[in-house]
């Protein structure tokens, strides 16, 4: 019988030992006990009852009882009771009334091997959750720091990492390639993630995080952790190469210089903890086009056009220079463009030049087609910056007739031919518009264009309500970080080259008309 006193005074030891070992409450331990008691009693008494334990913090005294409500008449005499028969039980009619719940005393139960049995697992489980619990608490502040354990063991690729009293576990994708750990290694590495989970590991680290380096460097050099120079952006191929912007709040130190150190030492001291990761130390600079020229060094920039409304720069260089600016399987310019968060197209001279002849004719032969003039007319026009029938729509007659070689009444002429084009254009949307069965309160939203409704359609925005519930991200497009990994999100109407606030704008409109 589990009251007998040594059973009791046995049951607050394992209980006490238990709490001590994994580092949890004392109280968790002892409700999983009286869950695990309560679990068991019910195979003696049957389930349908409702039945607490109580287990005495002082005593160890088990008290078992049956929870009945008092109704008028009963119908389930497992869990109901009538007024009469529970004032017997309490030896007190007037405290009592319909509704209230009695406790009904159990004898003390002797448990058999299935009972105890059930209850083991019942404690089992509630001191693990109570541990993952703990683990999650004692670690989530710890989210985006560096920890340092040992390889307690490997599966499948994966390390465990002991912590002292938790386990964590760098997988093999969050390894740096090449690095082979061993039982029994100490390893650093970056706590990127911690969740509570059900089952496995809460706790995940990682050595490939461009986060991990940034880190490395708040630990060598001194300046850093004190906030004079701030790591910008950083960029990794673990194991191989990375690149790191920092800048200097004192005008009177050099950021460069401090995250090298002395004879190299410190920047040495984090390409060691990295396997022999070489490391490019980048000035930032507000200047993006200085900035592209650092971080494609060693390579010779010529020319540098950047596109800050699509975020993508053109960078122009010599042929000798091009292998330079790529780097071995386009690892240069890739760490680069994820460093500035700019897509970096590499250009030669003679590539430049060709590409530029082939959109001036293509935008020749556009104004040539739509507008019914010659083709030194439309040379013309395009070597005078305009780049679509739009633009000279817009224009006063007075402005195109400042070009040398178009007069007035040309001037006047080509409008009236980019007004029929327009309208001629705006028809043929229109009737795909409806095909495509796009509403008209998302036609007549103010600030779309007929092209931009037609992507949308064919996107299957087709409603003023579908285009408030998108976020400008969507229309614009942008980028998204999973793991330290930049990666692109193209958005529906990124070719229209809309600003972040006019994608605000639109959305913020149309919301205000569906949700008002």
Known sequence: MLNQRSDKVELLRIAEAVAVEKSIDKEIILSSMESAIQKAAKTKFGSENDIRAKIDRESGDISLHKVLTIVDLPENLDTEISLENAAKIKNNKENIKIGDEIFEELPPVDFGRI??????????????????????????????????????????????????????????????????LKTGDRVKAYCYDVLRETKGQQIFLSRAHPKFMEKLFFQEVPEIYDGIIEIKSSARDPGSRAKICVNSKDSSIDPVGACVGMRGSRVQSIVNELSGEKIDIVHWSEDVASLVVSALAPAEIQKVIIDEQNRRIEVILTEENLSKAIGRRG??????????????????????????????????????????????LGQLLVAEGFSTIEEIFKSLPEEISKIE?????????????????????????????????????????????????????????????????????????????????KYKIDGYLEEFALTKSEADDLIINARNIIFK
């Not at 499948?156 to 386990?167: F, K, Q, T, V, W």
């Not at 500035?340 to 040539?368: A, C, G, M, P």
């Not at 084009?421 to 779309?448: P, Q, S, T």
């Open 405 to 485: 070689g178009i007069d007035e009444s040309t001037a006047k002429e080509l409008k009236e031919r980019a007004k029929e084009y327009l309208d001629k254009e705006k028809e043929n949307i229109g009737k795909k518009l409806k095909d495509l069965g796009v509403d008209e309160d998302l036609i007549n939203h103010k600030g779309l264009t007929p092209g931009m409704l037609l992507t949308l359609g064919e996107k299957k925005i087709k409603t003023l309500k579908d285009f408030a519930e998108l976020a400008s991200d969507e229309l614009i497009g942008g980028y998204d970080e999973k793991k330290g990994v």
């Open 331 to 376: 690892q240069n310019v890739r760490l680069a463009s994820k460093l500035l968060n700019y897509e970096i197209d590499i250009l030669t001279e003679k590539e430049e030049s060709e590409k530029r002849q082939l959109e001036f004719k293509d935008k020749t032969e556009i104004f040539v087609k739509n507008l019914e003039v010659d083709e030194t």
């Open 115 to 180: 009972a105890a049995q059930t209850a083991r697992q019942v404690i089992t489980q509630s001191v693990r959750a109570a541990e993952r619990e703990r683990q999650y608490n004692d670690f989530i502040d710890k989210k985006g720091e560096i920890l340092s354990g040992i390889v307690k063991r490997l599966e499948y690729g994966n390390a465990i990492i002991d912590l002292n009293r938790s386990e964590a576990i760098l997988r093999k994708e969050e390894s740096i390639p090449r690095e082979i």
